[in-house]
Each structure stands twice: as C-alpha cells, then as structure tokens.
C-alpha cells in the first residue's frame, strides 16, 4: 500500500497552465503504475493520463493529449501532471493513483488502480 499526496490545483484562467505534483510515501514507488484521473461535478470519474515504472511508458486520454504531460522522478516518491492550454472543461477534481506494487503495464480502468490521493481542486475560468 502507499499514501498518496496531491497538490498543485488552484484557480487558472483558460490557456494557462498548472503542474500538479502527487507524493507517494514508501520506498518500491519505482515500481508503482501511476495513473492521473479527475471528476467534474455530476459526472464520472475519468482517466486522464497514465506513465509505466521507468516513465518510458505514457498514456493519455484522448481531450488531454498534446496538451498534458505526465512524468515522475522516482528519486523523488513523485508524479507530476503539466497542464497546458487549459481548458473550462478541464475544471474537476484531480486524483493520482497507484496501481499494486510490481504490476506493469499502464490501464485506464479506475478499478485497476487501489491506492487513491485526497485529490486537488482545478478550476478554469473562462
């Protein structure tokens, strides 16, 4: 199991940019899946982006991609989310998440991951 620690949300106007960063505690984290998903009010919860042990291995939904970039330092226990060219529509609640320890291969299934952050608020204006 590892905790997981959001932070980086705010308030950003359409077009600018935020980074959010997730620190994990323990020592495997090199060897965690980590996945990025967010909820908007009223709606699912949706991935958003996804990056292999290495940070070889990324993957991004589809509204995100080309403007969103995920990335780790493992030296650091940390994951980070670099949010360009947002968006209204990229207002929600942003949760990283781990998948078990030593399991590989990004998902963008919420079930395959079961270590959950407290999420971090983003909100664009328009």
């Known amino acids: 199991q590892v905790q997981l620690v959001e932070s980086g949300g705010g308030l950003v106007q359409a077009g600018g940019s935020l980074r959010l960063s997730c620190a994990a505690s323990?020592?495997?984290?090199?060897?965690?899946?980590m996945g990025w998903f967010r909820q908007a009010p009223g709606k699912e919860r949706e991935f958003v982006a996804a990056?292999?042990?290495?940070?070889?291995?990324?993957d991004y939904a589809d509204s995100v991609k080309d403007r969103f970039t995920i990335s780790r330092d493992n030296a650091k226990n940390t994951v980070y989310l670099q949010m360009n060219s947002l968006k209204p529509e990229d207002t929600a609640v942003y949760y990283c998440?781990?998948?078990?320890?030593?399991?590989?291969?990004?998902?963008?299934?919420?079930?395959?991951?079961?270590?959950w952050g407290q999420g971090t608020q983003v909100t664009v204006s328009s």
């Open positions: 323990g020592r495997t984290f090199s060897r965690y899946v």
């Open positions: 998440a781990a998948r078990s320890l030593g399991v590989l291969g990004t998902t963008r299934s919420s079930s395959e991951y079961y270590d």
């Open positions: 990056i292999s042990w290495s940070g070889v291995g990324t």
